[in-house]
Structures are given as C-alpha cells and as structure tokens.
C-alpha cells in the first residue's frame, strides 16, 4: 500500500534521501525552512521523498524529489510528480515548475513524460555555486534545466 505522508522534522534517514537529488546540505536547508517535505511511504517503509516550495501566488516549485535507489525504476518518481501535479492543482497554482541538472539524463526523460516542458537553461549554475563538481551518468552537471506544466 502506498502513502503519502507530510514530515515535519528530518531525520538521518530522509537527509540520505534529500542528498541523493542535492549534494549541498545548505541549500537543502535553506528551501526546507520554506517549503514542505513529503515522503512516499510503501508498507510503512519510507521509498523518497519530495520537497514543495511556493514561489508565487501561482506557481509551486519541486526542490528536491529523490528515490531511494533500491526502489528505483519501479514508478515511484512518477507517482511523486503525480502527486505534486495534483497536490499544486488542488492549491489552486496555475504551474508547476521543477529544476535539474544537464545531466540528469534519466529525470529529464520522465518530467518530459510527465507533460512538464523546459522552458529555460542556467549555464553554468552548478559549477558557480556548488563547491564540488557534479558528476552524472559520466557528464559533468554544469547547467541548470528549469521545466515547468501549466496546470489548468
């Protein structure tokens, strides 16, 4: 049975998990404080989770949306944006934007299938403001991807 659940304090357990899909722990603190974390539980055992932050009146952003790798593959990350899309539409925004790097081939693909369009590219945001580089299915995660899905 699969569970959507609201956290309000992060443990050890969802920081691997937070870390997976942000290597800076500061800048997963910083949207943590004004945003709201939700896990994805499955027979009680937490598989990802998914950080929501509102930008706007009319648009909420995806943060953070990370699966626990035993459990990749299985649709999980879909159902996470399912939720997003439904949980934002339900709030009455207008758009649903997520972000991620150049290299993130795979989650490019499945936001992309999930109706989300990319709508601009950052050069160079990972590299001026991460410390360490970003390595990713063998290409360095140098450039910012934002896509986004109106959600009248």
């Known amino acids: 049975m699969i569970n959507f659940s609201e956290i309000k304090n992060v443990t050890d357990e969802h920081w ?11 800048m997963v603190k910083s949207y943590l404080k004004k945003g709201k974390a939700y896990v994805i539980l499955v027979n009680r055992k937490i598989v990802g ?4 932050v509102e930008n706007s009146l009319k648009e909420m952003e995806i ?15 879909r159902k996470f944006l399912q939720f997003a899309i439904s949980t934002s539409k339900i709030l009455g925004y207008e758009r649903l934007v997520i972000c991620t790097g150049n290299s993130s081939i795979y989650q490019l693909s499945l936001y992309q299938n999930c109706g989300f369009q990319i709508v601009d590219t950052i050069i160079d945001f990972f590299v001026q403001n991460y410390e360490e580089e970003i390595w990713e299915n063998g290409i360095q995660c140098r450039d910012l991807i934002k896509l986004e899905q109106y959600l009248q």
Request: avoid cysteine; proline fraction near 7%; charge should be positive.
């Open 16 to 26: 691997k998990l937070l870390l997976l899909a942000d290597p800076s722990k500061e």
């Open 49 to 52: 989770i998914i950080v929501l």
């Open 63 to 77: 943060k953070n949306i990370a699966v626990d790798p035993k459990y990749q593959g299985k649709g999980y990350g």
